[in-house]
């Protein structure tokens, strides 16, 4: 009850320190009915009605606790900063004409800024002390008298950050390729020219870290003439200290869409195709947390139902949880939340959102851990809204189980029920994963497999291995290298949980030849083989559709398989191979008995776990099931397979 009480107090004294600004006629409006899909529970408040409206991106501060207000754009034939209550009440415009498309509040929740106009129609930075009683009254920052080009046509403004010398706001800007700085009193510190290779064009987007102010992500735009104001691909992050030496967030990766954590120690980030990163970019103390003078990055999310299509993901104010927006590929344009291993996924609301206008384009943004804002079209104009009465948990995940009988190695490469090191396994059962996808290039660190993917691990014998394929029912999974033989444990971990282990006897070698059951033709099985031009190797015409013919003595034939154990020089599992390299241990391959020479025999370079032999076919009576089998270090294979020979 003392809670509820000082809880209802700090919003009368919240509400009654917000400054006085022009009120606006406009009520706000119950629209969860309106909206094509609204979860449970949830309701749909549009604010405004009246003008076009929207609350920019999704990572800038767009409310302060002080006064109890969120602020916003508005337009129509005066350009203006906005502000409203939670509720939607008290709709008004609190600074001066023709201002900029963005707005920001601090991070202490004091001062709301952006860019204003001059009187001379020059632009500067401007600030609004929100949380002081009176009247709201505009004050002027900066002294650029800028005159707005084709590019940048806007300031380019950052969040903000506490100077650690005057404790009090400090804020970057920049109307070209050097970065200024400005307190929240007027006082310029030193301009920053960065060191980063593309410091020739103009910034796109600049955000200085919440914690640490002297740490800042920023993008530039592409070169002039850039009359659409396109970014680079890439973030780069530096300490202003030594604006030397800057760092690429993601490499060669495409990223946009960034954020930074509450706790100031990661950034999170977007790729073309819809997924969500967070890198590890800062220890405790501020300092770089750099690997070989690269951050490490993990995709991850989103899951089902809306896998590679999250466009504007924030972390909550509290850091426990992402709010995200969809793109295109889902239906609304939804806003959801996602668990901070991506392992799940709440939907909320539909936005119904046209995109017809960049305005309208929803970019959901956390306003209090009760309150949600967005923008959108779904009116013809852009206009602004928010959610409440959603929680941030989410519903209990069945643990994952894994079936009797439900680890073998890979079917289509014998199925066998003993594994080895570096070989594919297969895991059925049941709540295996959130959803089903292989992997694709942007789960993999360079030439490194994944070894979780949307929240899904598998374990052997206590070592992580790397997943090519998930699904409820289903995983396809690489053995580590370092596994020792003998019974081991297999796991596997969701959102869920843990399963129950599984034990499995790893030997040294499992080998299996690749043949699919696509090749069982009258009953014989045969080894998947192509010649060097890709032809298969079958009887002409055994299956529809694929060109085929037989082999002759002194053809090379090219066979592939899992599991036949190391290599020279050593390759670790769950990475591209790069190199030739051979067997350790002595392989032959017979035809009816009689051995081949074999040319290459080891993992195939471009490829991971797989085994490629290169084979050259001996003298052999004719037929179309000839008899094909293998000796791998003086034990043989236990696959029954046939190939066809002509002479």
Known sequence: MKMALFALWCGVLRASTACAGTSVTDTPSDVTAKLSQVAAGVTVTQVTHVLSNWNTYGDIPAFSAQSGVMTFNSFGSRDTVSTAGVDGSNFQT?????????????????????????????????????????????????????????????????????????????????????????????????????????????????????????????????????????????????????????????????????????????????????????????????????????????????????????????????????????????????????????????????????????DGIPKAAFLDMQHIIFASDRSGTPQVYTLSGFTTTFPPVAAPAISSGGVVTATGFGRFPAIAPGTWIEIYG??????????????????????????????????????????????????????????????????????????????????????????????????????PDGTHVLPPGAIAGVNAREAKPGDTIILFGIGFGPVTPPIAAGVIVQQTNSLALPLQILFAGIPAQVTYAGLAPGYIGLYQFNVVVPNVAASDAVPLTFVLGGGSGTQTLYTAVQN
């Not at 992997?439 to 014998?461: C, E, H, I, K, Y």
Request: aromatic share 8%; proline share 7%; glycine share 10%.
């Open 94 to 358: 609190i600074s001066g004409s023709q201002q900029g498309t963005e707005t920001y509040v601090t991070v202490d929740g004091r001062f709301v800024y952006y860019q204003g106009q001059n009187a001379n129609q020059t632009a500067d930075l401007y600030a609004v002390p929100i949380a002081q009683s009176g009247s709201c009254q505009q004050m002027r920052l900066s002294n650029l008298n800028w005159m707005p080009a084709p590019t940048p046509s806007t300031l380019v403004i950052s969040t903000s950050g506490i100077d650690p010398a005057t404790k009090k706001n400090v804020i970057a800007y920049s109307e070209g390729t050097v970065l200024h700085r400005v307190l929240e009193d007027g006082t310029l510190l030193p301009d920053v020219t960065l060191g980063d290779p593309e410091n020739a064009n103009v910034f796109h987007r600049i955000r200085l870290n919440p914690v640490f102010p002297n740490i800042v992500w920023y993008k530039r735009d592409q070169p002039l003439p850039n009359p659409d104001g396109v970014a680079e691909p890439e973030i780069w992050v530096v300490d202003l200290r030594s604006p030397n030496t800057v760092y690429s967030l993601t490499g060669t990766l495409a990223a946009d869409h960034n954020a930074w954590s509450p706790d100031g120690r990661q950034i999170g980030y977007h790729d073309e195709n819809g997924n969500w990163y967070v890198a590890d970019v800062l220890n405790p103390d501020g300092t770089f947390k750099l690997n070989n003078g690269t951050f490490a990055s993990s995709r991850i999310g989103p899951p089902a139902p809306f896998v590679s299509d999250a466009n504007y993901c924030v972390w909550a104010p509290d850091g426990s949880v992402f709010l995200c927006t969809a793109g295109g590929a889902s239906g609304g344009t939804p806003i959801f939340l996602m668990s901070l291993d991506g392992s799940k996924a709440k939907f909320l609301s539909a936005t119904d959102t046209t995109g017809a206008v960049f």
């Open 430 to 531: 049941a709540n295996l994963a959130s959803d089903a996808r292989s992997w694709s290039g942007a789960d993999f660190n360079g030439a490194q497999a994944p070894v979780s993917l949307d929240g899904t691990r598998v374990t052997v014998g206590g070592q992580d291995a790397f997943l090519d394929y998930i699904s409820p029912v289903q995983l396809n999974a690489q053995v580590p290298s370092s596994v020792s033989t003998g019974t081991q444990q297999v796991t596997v971990t969701t959102a869920g949980g843990t399963s129950a282990a599984y034990n499995i006897t790893v030997n040294a070698e499992a080998p299996g030849l690749a043949a699919p059951s696509l090749l069982n033709v009258g009953g014989k099985q045969y080894v998947a083989a192509i010649f």
